[in-house]
């Protein structure tokens, strides 16, 4: 059996709340005015008892003045509804905040679906190409093409590179970083080639540049079409 402190601590049930408001529906009914507003408990109170907030005993002895004083049903009102507005408008809130967390869930599992379905390895043949220092690729030569459900590059390097550390990245036209990694070139049958993570699926499509070069030296350039 619950202590009869531990009742008086928690907030109405319905049944009491109606049983509040039924007494007060009869002081507005009896239409009792108190201009001095006499015996009249104060706003701090009667916010409380609205808002459910303070413990049914001590409301209790409040209840013969509100079901007699039409001025502090009116205050009752007023802060019960303010209290509603209040609680709803914080449902919405929360309801809204619950919407925007699962969409942004539901787009991390789309794009980690995505990049699963599409987590194949593109091949970069870059060995007869011109070497472009710098950020502008050669003129005259198609760009490479990607899809951006590409997750790892296997890219053979121009002739005349060495095994060691290299940095990759792709930029949008303007300079603009998309996207970077980096990798160890090895040789493997007679190809030194680069073998590199990426994460393509977030970068828009269109035109852009890989560029790379060995780590700490000048980057080499090549057009690029991100499908």
Request: charged share 25%; aromatic share 6%.
């Given at each position: 059996?619950?202590?009869?402190?531990?009742?008086?601590?928690?907030?109405?049930?319905?049944?009491?709340?109606?049983?509040?408001?039924?007494?007060?529906?009869?002081?507005?009914?009896?239409?009792?005015?108190?201009?001095?507003?006499?015996?009249?408990?104060?706003?701090?109170?009667?916010?409380?008892?609205?808002?459910?907030?303070m413990p049914?005993?001590?409301?209790?002895?409040?209840?013969?003045?509100?079901?007699?004083?039409?001025?502090?049903?009116?205050?009752?009102?007023?802060?019960?509804?303010?209290?509603?507005?209040?609680?709803?408008?914080?449902?919405?809130?929360?309801?809204?905040?619950?919407?925007v967390v699962?969409?942004?869930?539901?787009?991390?599992?789309?794009?980690?679906?995505?990049?699963?379905?599409?987590?194949?390895?593109?091949?970069?043949?870059?060995?007869?190409?011109?070497?472009?220092?710098?950020?502008?690729?050669?003129?005259?030569?198609?760009?490479?093409?990607?899809?951006?459900?590409?997750?790892?590059?296997?890219?053979?390097?121009?002739?005349?590179?060495?095994?060691?550390?290299?940095?990759?990245?792709?930029?949008?036209?303007?300079?603009?970083?998309?996207?970077?990694?980096?990798?160890?070139?090895?040789?493997?049958?007679?190809?030194i080639s680069?073998?590199?993570?990426?994460?393509?699926?977030?970068?828009?499509?269109?035109?852009?540049?890989?560029?790379?070069?060995?780590?700490?030296?000048?980057?080499?350039?090549?057009?690029?079409?991100?499908?």
């Open positions: 059996m619950p202590r009869e402190a531990d009742l008086n601590t928690k907030g109405y049930s319905e049944k009491d709340e109606k049983r509040i408001l039924d007494a007060l529906g009869r002081g507005l009914l009896k239409e009792f005015p108190n201009p001095e507003r006499s015996g009249c408990p104060g706003s701090e109170v009667l916010k409380r008892i609205a808002s459910r907030t049914l005993a001590e409301a209790e002895k409040w209840l013969d003045h509100l079901g007699s004083c039409s001025p502090c049903y009116k205050d009752f009102s007023q802060f019960r509804k303010a209290y509603e507005f209040r609680r709803k408008r914080t449902l919405l809130a929360v309801a809204a905040s619950i919407l699962a969409g942004i869930a539901g787009w991390v599992l789309l794009q980690r679906h995505n990049e699963g379905l599409g987590g194949q390895t593109a091949m970069l043949d870059l060995r007869y190409r011109s070497l472009a220092r710098g950020t502008e690729p050669s003129p005259g030569e198609p760009p490479l093409e990607v899809s951006r459900a590409v997750t790892h590059l296997n890219i053979y390097l121009p002739l005349g590179s060495s095994e060691g550390a290299y940095d990759v990245r792709i930029v949008a036209p303007s300079g603009e970083l998309l996207v970077a990694s980096s990798g160890t070139a090895k040789l493997t049958d007679h190809i680069l073998e590199v993570a990426i994460k393509l699926f977030s970068v828009l499509p269109g035109q852009c540049m890989l560029q790379i070069r060995k780590t700490a030296s000048e980057w080499n350039s090549y057009a690029l079409v991100l499908r």
